[in-house]
């Protein structure tokens, strides 16, 4: 049986971006893909764009509340064993979530954090390394949920 993924996106003013996102949500392999948008209260054309993606799970926030008040709705309506968040403006390669998935299970791990790479408007890299260095990433040491937000403050 294949693992069930949630891709989260938070979207604000990303009508542009958002279908590169979905589609990179869509194209992954290996996993039972379910995709929710979550719109922090865009003024722009996102909730029409929407309408073009019957099969993406799409939440509204009446007001805008920022990316946390996104992703934090997606995170309510999401029915995956586990959930990847991808910004709007960001994608990822085919097979990703698969990989990290069988990863985060063979550790028996609760929560997998990824590299990325930078890349511009056409999708080229900008450099030829990831954004984190793996040479100085510790990936033996398992880390604590409060290890993770003291990292982040």
Same mark, same amino acid.
């Given at each position: 049986?294949?693992?069930?993924?949630?891709?989260?996106?938070?979207? @604000?003013?990303?009508?542009?971006?958002?279908?590169?996102?979905?589609?990179?949500?869509?194209?992954?392999?290996?996993?039972?893909?379910?995709?929710?948008?979550?719109?922090?209260?865009?003024?722009d054309a996102t909730p029409a764009l929407m309408e073009r993606?019957?099969?993406?799970?799409?939440?509204?926030?009446?007001?805008?509340?920022? $990316?946390?008040?996104?992703? !934090?709705?997606a995170i309510d309506a999401a029915t995956g064993d586990w959930?990847a968040v991808l910004d709007a403006d960001d994608t990822m %390669?085919?097979?990703?979530?698969?990989?990290?998935?069988?990863?985060?299970?063979?550790?028996?791990?609760?929560?997998? *954090?990824?590299?990325?790479?930078?890349?511009?408007?056409?999708?080229?890299?900008?450099?030829?390394? $990831? @954004? *984190?260095?793996?040479? %100085?990433?510790?990936?033996? %040491?398992?880390?604590?949920?409060?290890?993770?937000?003291?990292? !982040?403050?």
């Amino acid at each position: 049986m294949l693992p069930r993924a949630t891709a989260i996106i938070a979207a @604000y003013n990303a009508v542009n971006e958002l279908p590169t996102s979905i589609a990179a949500a869509q194209c992954q392999s290996d996993v039972q893909m379910e995709i929710i948008v979550a719109d922090d209260a865009s003024p722009d054309a996102t909730p029409a764009l929407m309408e073009r993606y019957p099969d993406v799970v799409y939440r509204r926030l009446e007001q805008n509340g920022g $990316p946390s008040a996104a992703r !934090n709705a997606a995170i309510d309506a999401a029915t995956g064993d586990w959930i990847a968040v991808l910004d709007a403006d960001d994608t990822m %390669t085919p097979g990703r979530l698969a990989a990290m998935i069988a990863l985060a299970e063979e550790k028996d791990a609760d929560i997998l *954090l990824g590299n990325f790479r930078r890349v511009d408007d056409r999708g080229e890299p900008i450099d030829d390394a $990831p @954004y *984190l260095d793996p040479a %100085t990433l510790d990936t033996n %040491t398992p880390l604590s949920a409060e290890d993770y937000v003291g990292h !982040n403050q």
